[in-house]
């Protein structure tokens, strides 16, 4: 809920800009990644995802690009709206076949109209 | 959410008592999670199973206790609750370990007084 926005790092855009989150994961071995968006209130909910073969991959109004040489990822969204203002945090995965996910703690977006 | 819910949706506890929440999914997957939110942590993850009466520990796994009787149902336990055991709990399922997204339900706000 309300609770999970504090002590993270907020990005405040102006509707209509396009907004970047980033994200530092840890394991340079990780084969998978995931971008969650989590409203206030809500359950995580996924965004996109891409694999370690990939450097950039579209969804609709977002794109997630891959650096595996600074282990960076990163959510772009395109003309941000008011309903984009929620939590983000990605989640990798290290463990080949097995191995569960690991949770990034999130930035905070927020849209001002 | 997908095929996934979690009762109670607000649950107040007094410390010592013993509280059970439920996951339920009618998605017929293999792969079922409990996870703890709480300010500055992100998701962390408490048990997981990976199939009926198969279960592990995750990172924050004291002080809980997990069964899975059904392939449809997992229930987290807290034998005694604890003032620190106050959070957001979130159940998540997915069809396979690894390399693969999870969809999680909307969450238990527990607190124990």
């Known amino acids: 809920g309300e609770s999970v926005g504090l002590h993270l790092p907020t990005l405040s855009v102006q509707e209509g800009d396009n907004s970047i989150i980033n994200c530092a994961y840890s394991?340079?071995?990780?084969?998978?990644f995931i971008w969650y968006k989590q409203e206030s209130g809500k359950g995580p909910q996924f965004i996109i995802d891409?694999?370690?073969?990939?450097d950039k991959r579209q969804g609709q109004r977002v794109t997630v690009l891959l650096n595996k040489t600074v282990k960076h990822l990163s959510l772009q969204i395109a003309a941000t709206q008011p309903g984009d203002s929620a939590v983000y945090f990605c989640?990798?995965?290290?463990?080949?076949?097995?191995?569960?996910?690991?949770f990034g703690k999130g930035t905070k977006l927020s849209v001002k109209p | 959410d997908a095929g996934i819910t979690q009762s109670p949706r607000h649950k107040v506890t007094e410390t010592g008592t013993p509280v059970t929440l439920r996951c339920h999914q009618t998605?017929?997957?293999?792969?079922m999670y409990w996870y703890r939110q709480d300010p500055g942590h992100g998701l962390r993850l408490i048990h997981y199973?990976?199939?009926?009466?198969?279960?592990d520990k995750g990172e924050v796994s004291d002080g809980y206790s997990v069964s899975r009787s059904k392939t449809e149902d997992f229930l987290l336990t807290l034998e005694s609750a604890t003032s620190s055991q106050t959070s957001v709990y979130f159940c998540?399922?997915?069809?396979?370990?690894?390399?693969?997204?999870?969809?999680f339900g909307s969450g238990t706000r527990l607190t124990v007084v």
């Open positions: 998540a399922i997915s069809e396979r370990q690894g390399d693969y997204g999870y969809t």
């Open positions: 891409i694999r370690s073969n990939m």
């Open positions: 199973s990976y199939g009926v009466k198969d279960t």
């Open positions: 394991n340079s071995a990780s084969d998978y």
């Open positions: 998605e017929n997957h293999r792969y």
């Open positions: 989640a990798e995965h290290s463990g080949g076949s097995q191995g569960n996910l690991i």
